[in-house]
Nanobody, 117 residues
């Protein structure tokens, strides 16, 4: 079983940057596709970025060019570097592991990101 713990959220002004980290324990995540999701108040959860075990990446259109997902398998950790933050990026950000193909079935507790205008 994989346990995921996110960190790095906080309050930042528009235009600022944050780096989220997702530390995994229980087993190695080197063979997992990993994703970052977010859920804003009153909205459905949406995928933000994903990274495969061979480091192929995917980004939602809303964050392309601003966010970068990366992984450090030696540290069993996945990161989300967020630059040029906008108020609409305000949300709780979740890390998830795709344990079964097409299914993210391991989730962290989330970390809150608030971007002030």
């Amino acid at each position: 079983q994989v346990q995921l713990v996110e960190s790095g959220g906080g309050l930042v002004q528009a235009g600022g940057s944050l780096r989220l980290a997702c530390a995994a324990s229980g087993r190695t995540i080197s063979s997992y596709r990993m994703g970052w999701f977010r859920q804003a108040p009153g909205k459905e959860r949406e995928i933000v970025a994903a990274i495969s075990w061979y480091s192929s990446t995917y980004y939602a259109d809303s964050v392309k060019g601003r966010f970068t997902i990366s992984r450090d398998n030696a540290k069993n950790t996945v990161y989300l570097q967020m630059n040029s933050l906008k108020p609409e990026d305000t949300a709780v950000y979740y890390c998830a592991a795709e344990g079964l193909p097409g299914r993210y079935d391991h989730w962290g507790q989330g970390t809150r990101v608030t971007v002030s205008s």
